[in-house]
């Protein structure tokens, strides 16, 4: 972090680590933030004279006065739009703050007098818009996107979680790269190799044979996740393969309106009995998931950053993966990434890697060196000295003043 002698009083939007903020919780906005939350305590802490001084915002600091819920309360719809768009920037206004930091551009209002900085995790409705604008009216994608777009023009910088996710906001959305900052993510360090436990006492606690290697996926099941392919691939390494593997799928998925799909595709492919759905899997428990696993498999279309790749190198396992977007970033160069559709490319890898031991031990060894150059603490870093930049910035990305500047009060130390 750079010097400074006044201190910017940054608040934090903690609402993503809270269970029922849209759907954040125990997925990648959630766990961004409390991570970053976190790393950031621990460097502040340190320091001795910090030139950045976090409150954290919580649905409770943020919350309104009981005269304003009960009238949010009677709107027969669009309340979201209406607490998020009206409501909440006279709730941060009012904190006084120099800086206010949104972890997901799509929870920022389009405006706001207090000056802001947004994370932009991914496009993906932008680049997959028309997977994401089937099964909802036209006109409320389109009233979504623009008001997401004013959010993220509205800002005084923006943070990226990969160069990938930069590239995108330039040549998307037309915002010069001078205003971006990329904070690469990390995994928890609760992730690592399986230290003191047997992989057959792991695999008991998620009921998976013992006997047969397991290839795994965690993550969600939207149509950019791509997982109807990853079933198609496992099914033709089952028939061709003498490991006689099984596929474990960990995820929020039942309530997914994708999961009806999901099920025709396993029961077409005829592979059912040799498919475990694992559900929901709680952070706690993920490390000991992931050390289950022989393989890693991770077909998605697009990845803002591709946590999930990260977290199994942390624990040994080995990867492959698409060669899209951020996962090469993520993953390093001599991970296996193969082309986005390509059935028989993938079959042949699985297998392979699937018969062979001694590749298994070499990419793993590849991925804990890879996954070594990431930490929170580096995120954290980077994410202070964005602070710094960005405060100095009274216009925002798009040069309209996001704030007047006779009302930016800087707290000193």
């Known amino acids: 972090m750079k010097a400074h002698e006044q201190r910017l009083r940054v608040g934090l939007d903690l609402r993503p680590t809270e269970q029922g903020f849209k759907a954040h919780y125990g997925r990648g906005t959630g766990r961004y933030a409390a991570e970053l939350t976190s790393a950031l305590r621990s460097l502040l802490l340190e320091s001795g004279s910090p030139p950045v001084q976090i409150e954290e915002c919580s649905t409770r600091r943020l919350g309104g006065g009981e005269i304003e819920k009960r009238l949010y309360s009677m709107l027969p719809y669009g309340r979201h739009t209406v607490e998020q768009q009206m409501l909440l920037p006279r709730r941060i206004d009012r904190l006084g703050l120099d800086l206010f930091h949104f972890f997901a551009h799509v929870d920022a209002p389009c405006r706001l007098k207090t000056p802001y900085v947004v994370t932009v995790l991914d496009l993906i409705?932008?680049?997959?818009?028309?997977?994401?604008?089937?099964?909802?009216?036209?006109?409320?994608?389109?009233?979504?996107?623009?008001?997401?777009?004013?959010?993220?023009?509205?800002a005084s910088g923006i943070i990226a979680i990969s160069e990938a996710t930069k590239r995108d906001v330039v040549e998307i959305l037309g915002i010069p790269a001078e205003k971006i900052a990329v904070t690469?993510?990390?995994?928890?360090?609760?992730?690592?190799?399986?230290?003191?436990s047997s992989q057959d006492g792991l695999r008991k606690l998620f009921e998976l044979p013992l006997e047969r290697p397991v290839v795994l996926y965690i993550g969600g099941i939207d149509a950019r996740k791509n997982v109807p392919f990853l079933v198609e691939v496992f099914a033709e390494v089952w028939r061709n393969s003498s490991t006689k593997p099984i596929l474990a799928l960990a995820g929020r998925y039942e309530s997914d309106d994708k999961y009806p799909r999901l099920l025709q595709t396993?029961?077409?492919c005829g592979i059912g009995e040799h498919v475990r759905m694992l559900g929901f899997v709680d952070d706690a428990k993920l490390p000991?998931?992931?050390?289950?696993?022989?393989?890693?498999?991770?077909?998605?279309?697009?990845?803002?950053f591709g946590l999930p790749v990260l977290e199994a190198m942390s624990c040994g396992i080995p990867v492959m993966a698409a060669n899209?977007?951020?996962?090469?970033?993520?993953?390093?160069p001599e991970?296996?990434?193969?082309?986005?559709?390509?059935?028989?490319?993938?079959?042949?890898?699985?297998?392979?890697l699937l018969e062979s031991e001694e590749r298994k031990r070499l990419l793993s060894q590849i991925g804990l060196k890879q996954a070594a150059r990431f930490s929170w603490r580096k995120t954290a870093e980077l994410t202070c000295d964005a602070y710094e930049l960005f405060a100095t910035n009274e216009n925002s990305v798009d040069g309209i003043p996001s704030r007047d500047p006779k009302e930016s009060q800087r707290a000193t130390a």
């Open 125 to 154: 409705p932008l680049k997959f818009a028309d997977l994401y604008r089937a099964d909802k009216p036209d006109w409320r994608f389109k009233l979504a996107r623009s008001l997401e777009l004013r959010a993220i023009k509205g």
């Open 184 to 196: 690469p993510l990390a995994a928890s360090t609760n992730f690592g190799p399986a230290v003191g």
């Open 266 to 268: 396993i029961e077409r």
């Open 288 to 304: 000991a998931l992931y050390q289950c696993a022989d393989i890693f498999a991770f077909p998605s279309l697009y990845e803002g």
């Open 324 to 332: 899209n977007s951020s996962i090469p970033e993520v993953a390093g």
């Open 335 to 352: 991970a296996v990434l193969l082309g986005d559709g390509d059935k028989e490319s993938w079959s042949r890898e699985m297998c392979s």
